[in-house]
Nanobody, 116 residues
Framework: QVQFVESGGGLVQPGGSLRLSCGVSKRTFSISTMGWYRQAPGKQREVVAAFNSSRHKTYADAVKGRLTISTDNGKSTVYLQMNSLQPDETAVYYC??????????WGQGIQVIVSS
């Protein structure tokens, strides 16, 4: 439905920062919402940050004040600025676009490792 180009992951020390980027390179379905999920080893995938259809930002409680979701002016790229990262936030981060209540597109995933 939608093809993404993701970048910005890697290894960072505790307390460090990363900025993830997810650009829409090809789109055949309309997009109602976009956001970021993450999946840590051995854990369920969880939502980190997202826009709703009204462009209102929502965040998981654990990341409020440290992570910020944003878009470019054309709304074709979604970013996740991550500050003060902690080791338990090591995970694969996925951007997504929702087309309906049951249909969504997912990026291939970005590995983020927070370790000293």
């Amino acid at each position: 439905q939608v093809q993404f180009v993701e970048s910005g992951g890697g290894l960072v020390q505790p307390g460090g920062s990363l900025r993830l980027s997810c650009g829409v390179s090809k789109r055949t379905f309309s997009i109602s919402t976009m956001g970021w999920y993450r999946q840590a080893p051995g854990k369920q995938r969880e939502v980190v940050a997202a826009f709703n259809s009204s462009r209102h930002k929502t965040y998981a409680d654990a990341v409020k004040g440290r992570l910020t979701i944003s878009t470019d002016n054309g709304k074709s790229t979604v970013y996740l600025q991550m500050n003060s990262l902690q080791p338990d936030e090591t995970a694969v981060y996925y951007c997504y676009a929702r087309h309906s209540t049951t249909v969504a597109s997912w990026g291939q995933g970005i590995q983020v490792i927070v370790s000293s």
